[in-house]
């Protein structure tokens, strides 16, 4: 059954209280007619299809390619909020580079008993090849998504941190020029923050970290390949920062340093903003059957003569059970008190905290541990009996795998339906860039559930993007 | 830029040159079998358009019969002739998004968004849509010739080379093929009556390799037989000519290298043996159908050795 149209009244989200610049928006949304707004609609759809703004699904009818849904409807974040959101996530970025450093170097937050030394040293994603490379400025997660979600009208909190390969940052770019081309009168009235110097950020930032001695240093984007479902940002990415977008078998690895092969001979490079995951980075050092790294690679960074971005060995710090651990590294290394809380987590491999997870399944949000994607959890309330019992069977089998967490009031923005406006549940992922300083583009990507009650925004499994602005406290209305 | 992309490129550059060579070439015949010396007997002008721009026995293996429907929707649309014009647009825009970041963002959107329309078309009825065979070939060879044109905007580094590179070597297989096939070579016949069955082949033939308008812009006198095949051979400012295509490939390749014989040891030698083959097609020292035949397997061994000089890696060496 649709939605029945309906005159959108501001707050009809709690994502829209109190923000002026939402009345705004409505308003000139409103003011469009049914046939006009179709058409606006309509032409975004051919904007992504020619632009070639899509994702790959793997196995998915109607072909592989896919455009990921946009809602035209912007979400709208306060300046005061933003502030809040992006010092919270550069503290967190920061407690985590730290943290890499440490447990790969002296390992003084075990020593000093603030993470059991088995939660990290026995986790399968503690990369031994990581160990004892000392990397310049002490980066490793060069690029962070921190997914932050509002519940209620003024908490924020961390979903999960994102160091390994994050990705959607072109979708936030190309959604901002996407809005800006079919809704331009927005944007006369409303004065947004630009995002679109982020590629400029990176490309310093990944330079910054170059090994020493790199003068002009090269810096390339490592890609699996045109099939890879996030290749067109790859590609994106290497244009907007004209850098080259290179394959595994583009590169080999000679005399202590990583080359290209060109049309003009081999090319040595400096710094690889690699997408591809570890297990498929380096044959030598990691699966053997992979087709899609460079032999050698890992060596050649443990030993300096390339940096690899984000390095090897991030997984230990992302995944959910590390999670937990992030406000006290934050008190450890950064003597602060966190600015942006974590969802109150259950841990399924501490036996009093399973049970209450066990008796609460239809309530809680249970996810795998080294889970993404969105892949593999149960949504208590959206569950059947049948599906929660195999859960269950699943959480006893292996409980180290997984942890859970209560159903969050997470806040909901306008979103068009197709047939009117209603409130949808909403996520926001800044993008943290780490070289010589740590630093944020005034935007992040906001992920959408597009389906009535949904809380999965993944693309991967029907969510949508919204363009995200940034505006100053205080606009008229 | 790297090896790989400039294979890419190149390769690009093959596919669309084949589309928009196909595209013409079937609008040309369309018209061309209006005619009513074609109209008892449509058979052998499609058998020879198929032949020219395709796999013969492949489509005669799947069971069709060379009608000037099963030719245009084969040549066209079906997507079992890889050589077809959506299968080409298709490979070009692979191709394409490989070097997605090296195009601009015209030359990209140019060339994904025909491939895109042309994937609603899915069969002769769309076609009819469109209105009719005409108009669709002369859509999608307007398409390519766009592309062409955004790729005028591309920076004058490598990527402009290996793509015009590309061109230039199906331009020259196909243009040679024109000859080798059409019935003017042989004709040797330096006048033709103006309305005649041979003047419009003559201008068939030199409508389907692209030089219908360059030559009416010159001081040629009429269209005869001859003189076609000279300008299609070797007039020094048609695009189109073998003389000009084949000395444009030997400039990519210097230009490619820049002038490092280490880069090019086997393709420039090879790509100037061609332009003596067409020299010597071109001064009248050797007989044109059998120097055609040896043209278009010499182009297509040039093709491998340019893969080999400059795109493959060394270290699969």
């Given at each position: 059954?649709?939605?029945?149209?309906?005159?959108?009244?501001?707050?009809?989200?709690?994502?829209?209280?109190?923000?002026?610049?939402?009345?705004?928006?409505?308003?000139?949304?409103?003011?469009?007619?049914?046939?006009?707004?179709?058409?606006?609609?309509?032409?975004?759809?051919?904007?992504?299809?020619?632009?070639?703004?899509?994702?790959?699904?793997?196995?998915?009818?109607?072909?592989?390619?896919?455009?990921?849904?946009?809602?035209?409807?912007?979400?709208?974040?306060?300046?005061?909020?933003?502030?809040?959101?992006?010092?919270?996530?550069?503290?967190r970025?920061?407690a985590l580079?730290a943290f890499l450093?440490d447990i790969y170097?002296?390992r003084e937050i075990l020593r000093a008993g603030i993470i059991p030394e088995a939660e990290v040293l026995g986790n399968e994603l503690y990369c031994q090849?990581a160990v004892?490379?000392?990397?310049?400025?002490?980066?490793?997660?060069?690029?962070?998504?921190i997914d932050v979600v509002?519940v209620?009208?003024?908490d924020w909190y961390v979903l999960e941190d994102n160091l390994r390969?994050?990705?959607?940052?072109?979708?936030?770019?190309?959604?901002?020029?996407?809005?800006?081309?079919?809704?331009?009168?927005?944007?006369?009235?409303?004065?947004?923050?630009?995002?679109?110097?982020?590629?400029?950020?990176?490309?310093?930032?990944?330079?910054?970290?170059?090994?020493?001695?790199?003068?002009?240093?090269?810096?390339?984007?490592?890609?699996?390949?045109?099939?890879?479902?996030?290749?067109?940002?790859?590609?994106?990415?290497?244009?907007?920062?004209?850098?080259?977008?290179?394959?595994?078998?583009?590169?080999?690895?000679?005399?202590?340093?990583?080359?290209?092969?060109?049309?003009?001979?081999?090319?040595?490079?400096?710094?690889?903003?690699?997408?591809?995951?570890d297990d498929?980075?380096?044959?030598?050092?990691?699966?053997?059957?992979?087709?899609?790294?460079?032999?050698?690679?890992?060596?050649?960074?443990?030993?300096?003569?390339?940096?690899?971005?984000?390095?090897?060995g991030n997984g230990v710090a992302d995944d959910k059970a590390t999670y937990l651990r992030v406000p006290e590294m934050i008190r450890f290394y950064?003597?602060?008190e966190p600015?942006l809380k974590n969802v109150p987590t259950f841990r399924c491999s501490d036996p009093t905290e399973r049970s209450h997870v066990l008796d609460h399944l239809q309530d809680l949000v249970v996810k795998e541990v080294h889970g993404s994607g969105g892949y593999g959890m149960l949504v208590g309330p959206a569950s059947t009996a049948a599906e929660r019992e195999a859960y269950r069977q699943r959480i006893l089998a292996d409980p180290s795998d997984f942890i859970a967490q209560p159903t969050l009031a997470l806040?909901?923005?306008?979103?068009?339906?197709?047939?009117?406006?209603?409130?949808?549940?909403?996520d926001?992922?800044?993008?943290?860039?780490?070289?010589?300083?740590?630093?944020?583009?005034?935007?992040?990507?906001?992920?959408?559930?597009?389906?009535?009650?949904?809380l999965v925004?993944n693309?991967?499994q029907?969510?949508?993007?919204?363009?995200?602005?940034?505006?100053?406290?205080?606009?008229?209305? | 830029?790297?090896?790989?992309?400039?294979?890419?490129?190149?390769?690009?550059?093959?596919?669309?040159?084949?589309?928009?060579?196909?595209?013409?070439?079937?609008?040309?015949?369309?018209?061309?079998?209006?005619?009513?010396?074609?109209?008892?007997?449509?058979?052998?002008?499609?058998?020879?358009?198929?032949?020219?721009?395709?796999?013969?026995?492949?489509?005669?293996?799947?069971?069709?019969?060379?009608?000037?429907?099963?030719?245009?929707?084969?040549?066209?649309?079906?997507?079992?002739?890889?050589?077809?014009?959506?299968?080409?647009?298709?490979?070009?825009?692979?191709?394409?998004?490989?070097?997605?970041?090296?195009?601009?963002?015209?030359?990209?959107?140019?060339?994904?968004?025909?491939?895109?329309?042309?994937?609603?078309?899915?069969?002769?009825?769309?076609?009819?849509?469109?209105?009719?065979?005409?108009?669709?070939?002369?859509?999608?060879?307007?398409?390519?010739?766009?592309?062409?044109?955004?790729?005028?905007?591309?920076?004058?580094?490598?990527?402009?080379?290996?793509?015009?590179?590309?061109?230039?070597?199906?331009?020259?297989?196909?243009?040679?093929?024109?000859?080798?096939?059409?019935?003017?070579?042989?004709?040797?016949?330096?006048?033709?009556?103006?309305?005649?069955?041979?003047?419009?082949?003559?201008?068939?033939?030199?409508?389907?390799?692209?030089?219908?308008?360059?030559?009416?812009?010159?001081?040629?006198?009429?269209?005869?037989?001859?003189?076609?095949?000279?300008?299609?051979?070797?007039?020094?400012?048609?695009?189109?000519?073998?003389?000009?295509?084949?000395?444009?490939?030997?400039?990519?390749?210097?230009?490619?290298?820049?002038?490092?014989?280490?880069?090019?040891?086997?393709?420039?030698?090879?790509?100037?043996?061609?332009?003596?083959?067409?020299?010597?097609?071109?001064?009248?020292?050797?007989?044109?159908?059998?120097?055609?035949?040896?043209?278009?397997?010499?182009?297509?061994?040039?093709?491998?050795?340019?893969?080999?000089?400059?795109?493959?890696?060394?270290?699969?060496?």
């Amino acid at each position: 059954m649709s939605e029945p149209e309906s005159r959108p009244q501001v707050p009809y989200a709690e994502d829209a209280a109190g923000i002026p610049a939402y009345r705004q928006v409505v308003d000139l949304l409103d003011r469009l007619s049914p046939e006009e707004r179709a058409r606006r609609v309509a032409s975004l759809d051919r904007y992504f299809r020619r632009k070639g703004i899509t994702f790959c699904v793997y196995g998915a009818e109607g072909g592989t390619e896919r455009l990921i849904p946009f809602d035209h409807i912007p979400r709208v974040i306060s300046g005061t909020e933003w502030d809040l959101v992006e010092r919270g996530s550069i503290q967190r970025v920061r407690a985590l580079n730290a943290f890499l450093a440490d447990i790969y170097g002296t390992r003084e937050i075990l020593r000093a008993g603030i993470i059991p030394e088995a939660e990290v040293l026995g986790n399968e994603l503690y990369c031994q090849a990581a160990v004892g490379v000392t990397l310049p400025h002490g980066v490793h997660a060069h690029i962070s998504g921190i997914d932050v979600v509002r519940v209620g009208s003024t908490d924020w909190y961390v979903l999960e941190d994102n160091l390994r390969t994050p990705s959607g940052v072109s979708y936030m770019l190309e959604n901002r020029r996407a809005l800006q081309r079919i809704m331009p009168e927005l944007f006369r009235s409303i004065p947004v923050r630009p995002v679109d110097h982020y590629p400029d950020l990176l490309l310093q930032a990944l330079k910054d970290c170059a090994p020493a001695g790199a003068d002009d240093p090269e810096v390339v984007i490592l890609t699996p390949g045109a099939y890879n479902s996030a290749y067109f940002e790859h590609a994106y990415l290497a244009g907007r920062m004209q850098v080259k977008l290179v394959e595994g078998r583009d590169l080999i690895v000679a005399d202590g340093k990583v080359w290209m092969e060109t049309t003009r001979g081999m090319r040595r490079v400096d710094v690889i903003y690699r997408r591809i995951d570890d297990d498929f980075l380096d044959p030598k050092a990691f699966r053997r059957d992979s087709l899609l790294g460079v032999p050698g690679l890992v060596e050649v960074a443990r030993r300096g003569g390339v940096t690899v971005a984000n390095a090897v060995g991030n997984g230990v710090a992302d995944d959910k059970a590390t999670y937990l651990r992030v406000p006290e590294m934050i008190r450890f290394y950064l003597d602060e008190e966190p600015i942006l809380k974590n969802v109150p987590t259950f841990r399924c491999s501490d036996p009093t905290e399973r049970s209450h997870v066990l008796d609460h399944l239809q309530d809680l949000v249970v996810k795998e541990v080294h889970g993404s994607g969105g892949y593999g959890m149960l949504v208590g309330p959206a569950s059947t009996a049948a599906e929660r019992e195999a859960y269950r069977q699943r959480i006893l089998a292996d409980p180290s795998d997984f942890i859970a967490q209560p159903t969050l009031a997470l806040s909901t923005c306008p979103t068009w339906t197709g047939t009117g406006i209603a409130p949808r549940h909403v996520d926001l992922r800044p993008y943290v860039v780490s070289g010589r300083t740590v630093g944020v583009a005034p935007g992040a990507l906001t992920r959408v559930a597009l389906r009535p009650g949904s809380l999965v925004v993944n693309s991967s499994q029907g969510g949508g993007t919204k363009d995200t602005w940034v505006v100053e406290d205080g606009q008229p209305c | 830029m790297l090896k790989r992309l400039a294979g890419n490129c190149f390769w690009m550059g093959r596919y669309l040159e084949r589309a928009e060579n196909i595209a013409r070439t079937l609008g040309v015949v369309e018209r061309l079998a209006h005619a009513p010396e074609h109209h008892r007997d449509p058979g052998p002008l499609w058998t020879e358009t198929l032949m020219m721009c395709s796999d013969e026995n492949q489509f005669r293996e799947l069971g069709h019969h060379p009608t000037a429907g099963s030719v245009l929707e084969w040549c066209f649309l079906d997507r079992a002739n890889q050589s077809s014009v959506l299968n080409c647009l298709g490979a070009a825009r692979d191709n394409a998004r490989t070097a997605r970041h090296l195009l601009t963002n015209d030359s990209w959107e140019a060339l994904n968004g025909a491939w895109i329309e042309m994937q609603g078309w899915h069969d002769r009825v769309a076609v009819e849509a469109h209105g009719g065979w005409e108009d669709a070939c002369a859509w999608a060879t307007r398409q390519c010739l766009l592309v062409r044109g955004a790729f005028l905007e591309l920076p004058r580094d490598q990527l402009p080379q290996v793509i015009t590179m590309g061109q230039m070597i199906e331009r020259l297989a196909f243009t040679a093929t024109v000859l080798q096939m059409s019935p003017i070579t042989r004709s040797g016949e330096i006048e033709c009556w103006p309305g005649s069955p041979l003047q419009r082949r003559t201008e068939a033939a030199l409508a389907a390799a692209g030089g219908i308008d360059t030559f009416g812009r010159g001081d040629r006198g009429g269209v005869c037989p001859a003189e076609v095949v000279n300008f299609l051979l070797g007039d020094p400012v048609s695009p189109r000519s073998l003389l000009v295509c084949s000395r444009a490939i030997v400039e990519c390749i210097v230009g490619l290298t820049d002038g490092e014989s280490v880069h090019h040891a086997r393709s420039l030698p090879a790509a100037r043996d061609l332009v003596d083959r067409v020299c010597a097609a071109y001064e009248g020292r050797v007989e044109i159908v059998a120097a055609m035949a040896g043209i278009v397997t010499s182009i297509f061994g040039l093709s491998g050795i340019i893969a080999r000089d400059h795109f493959e890696p060394a270290s699969a060496a």
